[in-house]
């Protein structure tokens, strides 16, 4: 049922919404029209409101459409405490428990709401995204370049850029579902759980260990076609060195 369906059956004396309700249904107006198209005419039909209550309490269009996706960001963020408290002695584990934690809370109706709004409304309003990423994303990633450090950091050698690992495990392990259902496409909870563990695992071990045969022989080749281009560039190096000391002719 669409939000316009829903305020035909609000009946005349009912109480106005609250102001939490009012962004929520201006927020699926928003979604189901589009910005554009949207008026606040509709809006304050939705919250069963004068449309001069709206306006006392936002100036325009605009700033209500900001309001509300602040408020959707707001509810969508994963505090760091809640991940923080998911960690165990096993890190993959650990990683698996948190890659659930963000996947199942993007996946809320709730979530891919915000999804879809934000990805068709960033040109208009960039800031909403950088807002998006400042209090929610970039506080996740930041947690999980400390957790990497803390628990990998030790010998890590050339992998240990660790905010490079928590954008590569953002990536790989959580935003993949909810891109595909943004999109229109169904996924039941097996499918995304195995897609969430097989990110975890992928992530962590890659699709070559270096303990099976076929990445051993691939380093190998690896190693000795850098011995190649060495050798190559050297004897190149002393051929040019003799052609300047006895130039033809």
């Not at 939490?20 to 039909?45: K, N, P, S, Y």
């Amino acid at each position: 049922m669409t939000v316009q369906q829903q305020v035909g059956r609000r009946g005349p004396g009912r109480p106005t919404l609250s102001n939490e309700q009012l962004l929520d249904r201006a927020l699926d107006l928003f979604l189901e029209q589009g910005f554009e198209r949207t008026g606040m005419e509709a809006i304050a039909a939705a919250a069963g409101m004068a449309k001069r209550t709206v306006y006392a309490r936002y100036p325009d269009k605009l700033s209500l459409f900001r309001a509300a996706l602040h408020r959707a960001i707001e509810e969508w963020i994963v505090p760091v405490e809640r991940l923080r408290a998911a960690e165990t002695d096993d890190l993959e584990e650990t990683l698996l428990a948190i890659g659930r934690i963000l996947v199942a809370n993007i996946m809320t109706p709730a979530g891919i709401r915000l999804l879809r709004i934000a990805n068709a409304e960033s040109v208009r309003l960039p800031e909403i995204g950088a807002y998006a990423y400042r209090e929610g994303t970039a506080r996740t990633m930041a947690y999980l370049a400390d957790l990497f450090e803390r628990r990998i950091g030790v010998g890590a050698g050339e992998l240990g850029d660790w905010n490079q690992a928590a954008v590569a495990f953002m990536y790989l392990v959580v935003t993949g579902p909810p891109t595909m259902t943004a999109w229109g496409m169904t996924l039941d909870d097996a499918t995304v759980d195995h897609h969430t563990r097989f990110g975890v695992r992928l992530f962590l071990h890659g699709l070559l260990p270096r303990d099976v045969p076929e990445a051993s022989q691939l380093l190998e080749e690896n190693r000795r076609l850098r011995e190649l281009l060495v050798d190559s560039m050297l004897e190149t190096r002393l051929l040019s060195e003799r052609l300047e000391s006895n130039p033809p002719g």
